[in-house]
């Protein structure tokens, strides 16, 4: 390439002085009128007769444009060489990269194939397994009972309608209907309602209703109204807060108990005020909570979807002061029953033994207060039925018992054990429904229900 170059050079600049080395030249010495000595050089143009004038620029641009233009070319040369090197070069290395490439997914796809083909293999030989399997359960009677079957028909009269002389099979199921006075008819796994308001005798086994599917699920409420008021909702209607996070204000509706076991919220209530844990309650068309970080109860209408009243609860503690032995700022709990409306809190006074005052459902003023003998961080959760408070000794412990009883209508109280379970081993939330008999409780992200069952009253 460079030889091709330099002989163009050689060729574009030997043009003009071959053209020059044709015509005559003449060289002229003379002196000057100063005196100094003058050397002139003159050759013929060739193409003109005559100068058109007496400067040579002319001849010096034409030398310039022709130099411009070899400069030109040659970059262009040198530009293509290297070009072309790069350019080879970048190609040889993409080829090899599109190689590398294309081996690799040839091979991954010759491993899926490997792969695909041993699943195969292994279906093949399930298949033929089963197929002789088939084959021998068809080729083997079924075992009849004829003997035990037979014995049973001859022992029967031919009046039977279970009798039937050609066809084994056949059995008619006979019952015996009995009237049963409406009165007598209890609500299935509520045989206990016909019963008194006494003490508390025993719990049942924990009944899963409905898992949490996410974190702020751990904790939270969920209850019926035990006395619905108004057209909208009634005693099937579940309602539901999750009590993780900062900001708690979403109240879940579902229309029973079928369509809060699947998930599916009928509406979704947002809350004036943010709720402070795992304290609230239904009653009588209202939710009743603790506003967070405050002392302020807070009821809110169902119906209207409003705030309907909001009030102190004197000196008690919140946030953290006087909570219940797991923490979760329960401060504050409020409970309801055949008995009315409570409220479960401790104060500086009562030095953190558990403080119970029922309260009035419309001004949630307080009505009249006890101060029991048991501190509220000793239990795990607490709750009333029948105007007697009951204190739960664990939240952790499978089996814990319910270990303590104050009842409000004497002032007395005494330590009890009933059993009681806490099968997920993170019982945050237990509520009494009176018109259920059942403790409504949130175990470790599940939403489970106890049979309740009480003693008659003294």
Not at 73 to 102: F, K, P, T, W
Request: glycine fraction near 8%; hydrophobic fraction near 30%; proline fraction near 5%.
């Amino acid at each position: 390439m460079w030889l091709q170059v330099s002989l163009l050079c050689l060729f574009y600049l030997s043009v003009p002085s071959q053209s020059q080395a044709q015509q005559r030249a003449s060289l002229y010495r003379s002196n000057d009128p100063t005196g100094q000595c003058h050397y002139t050089f003159t050759v013929a143009s060739p193409d003109e007769t005559s100068c058109p004038g007496g400067s040579a620029k002319p001849e010096i641009d034409g030398v310039l444009s022709r130099l411009t233009l070899l400069e030109a070319l040659v970059s262009r040369l040198i530009a293509g060489v290297d070009g072309g090197a790069a350019s080879e070069a970048g190609n040889e290395e993409g080829l090899r990269e599109a190689y590398s490439q294309v081996t690799g997914e040839k091979n991954q796809l010759q491993q899926d194939k490997e792969r695909l083909n041993r699943q195969v293999r292994e279906l093949q030989k399930r298949l033929e397994e089963l197929s002789r399997e088939a084959e021998d359960l068809r080729s083997k009677p079924c075992l009849q009972t004829h003997t035990s079957e037979g014995a049973q028909r001859e022992n029967r009269p031919a009046s039977d309608p279970a009798y039937d002389s050609g066809n084994g099979a056949y059995q008619e199921m006979k019952a015996e209907v009995t009237e049963v006075p409406a009165s007598h008819l209890i609500p299935d796994g509520n045989h206990n309602l016909t019963g008194g308001c006494g003490e508390v005798l025993s719990v049942g086994d924990p009944v899963l209703h409905r898992k949490a599917d996410s974190i702020t699920g751990k904790y939270g409420v969920w209850l019926q109204d035990p006395e619905p008021q108004g057209p909208y909702y009634s005693n099937k209607t579940v309602w539901r807060i999750d009590a993780v996070g900062k900001d708690v204000r979403q109240l879940f509706a579902y229309e029973d108990m079928e369509q809060f076991s699947r998930g599916f919220p009928m509406k979704v209530l947002v809350l004036p005020e943010p709720v402070e844990s795992t304290g609230a309650t239904l009653y009588q068309g209202s939710l009743y909570y603790q506003r967070r970080r405050s002392r302020t109860l807070i009821r809110y209408d169902l119906a209207s979807e409003t705030l309907a009243t909001r009030a102190e609860l004197p000196h008690a503690g919140f946030h953290g002061q006087h909570p219940y032995s797991w923490g979760g700022y329960t401060d504050i709990d409020l409970a309801a029953d055949e008995q009315g409306l409570w409220a479960i809190y401790s104060t500086s006074k009562a030095k953190g033994a558990i403080v119970i005052s029922q309260l009035d459902p419309k001004s949630l003023e307080v009505k009249k207060s006890w101060e029991t003998n048991i501190r509220k961080n000793t239990v795990a959760n607490a709750f009333v039925a029948c105007g007697r408070l009951y204190t739960v000794s664990s939240y952790t412990a499978p089996n814990t018992t319910i270990n303590y009883m104050f009842d409000t209508a004497t002032g007395e109280s005494k330590a009890i054990s009933v059993p009681f379970k806490n099968k997920y081993r993170y019982n945050s939330m237990v509520d009494y429904n009176h018109a259920q008999r059942k403790l409504y409780a949130w175990d470790n992200f599940h939403m489970i229900t106890y049979d309740v069952r009480l003693g008659r009253a003294s």
